[in-house]
């Protein structure tokens, strides 16, 4: 079983940046995917996470991942 924990970078910027994606992070470890942030631009690869965390304490990023969220769960449930 390969237990190796991987790290992903889904972007470098802010919610509102006009050059970079809003900065996001992809967990990856033993089949499990989890999600922390992101958003438009910084969403996961093809794939349906285990969970899709939100760390932002101000919401700006709260709406948009979750209609990134319902459209993902629609694609995958096809």
Do not use: I, K, Y
Not at 2 to 14: D, E, F, K, S
Not at 20 to 37: I, S
């Amino acid at each position: 079983m390969n237990r190796r924990l991987r790290l992903t970078l889904l972007g470098v910027g802010a919610m509102n940046s006009p050059r970079f994606a809003p900065a996001g992070l992809l967990l990856r470890c033993t089949g499990h995917r989890v999600a922390f942030d992101g958003g438009p631009g910084a969403e996961p690869p093809p794939g349906r996470p285990a969970a899709w965390l939100v760390t932002d304490e101000q919401a700006e990023l709260r709406s948009p991942l979750r209609e990134r969220g319902r459209a993902r769960r629609r694609d995958t449930c096809r």
